[in-house]
């Protein structure tokens, strides 16, 4: 397994995984639309503890519909949008595959929160799609 390294747009935050990820997904949730300024947000899920963050992220919490708090981490600098964790599933830290230093580095297996979905934001028509988050087993 190769390192996974990214960062932010200006450099100020860094980080290394040291995981493959435990799932990759599109999500299509409103509060991921607003935070990535398009249709979705892609991202893969990593135990916190293989994720080796340098630099100081500015965090953003509001409640899902779940009732679960999301909290998404940025730049304080150039507001590059990193990371993202719920209080649903502990020990987990979503990144960004926008982040990552290669992007293809992970491969999104689902797209969550389709019942979200908007009509110009194309997928392969082969991914699974959620019409909400998955529940954790």
Do not use: N
Not at 6 to 19: L, S
Not at 26 to 46: M, Q, V, W
């Amino acid at each position: 397994m190769a390192k996974i390294t990214g960062g932010c747009q200006c450099g100020a935050v860094r980080y290394e995984i040291d995981a493959e990820p435990m799932v990759a997904l599109h999500c299509e949730c409103l509060d991921c639309k607003k935070s990535s300024g398009s249709g979705h947000i892609t991202a893969g899920a990593f135990p916190e503890a293989a994720v080796h963050l340098t630099g100081t992220l500015k965090t953003y919490s509001s409640p899902t519909d779940s009732g679960a708090v999301a909290t998404r981490g940025f730049c304080p600098e150039c507001g590059g949008r990193v990371s993202f964790r719920s209080s649903g599933i502990p020990g987990m830290l979503a990144i960004t595959a926008g982040s990552m230093d290669d992007p293809g580095a992970i491969s999104p297996s689902i797209a969550v929160y389709h019942k979200r979905h908007v009509s110009w934001d194309h997928f392969d028509p082969a991914l699974p799609v959620a019409e909400a988050a998955p529940q954790r087993r």
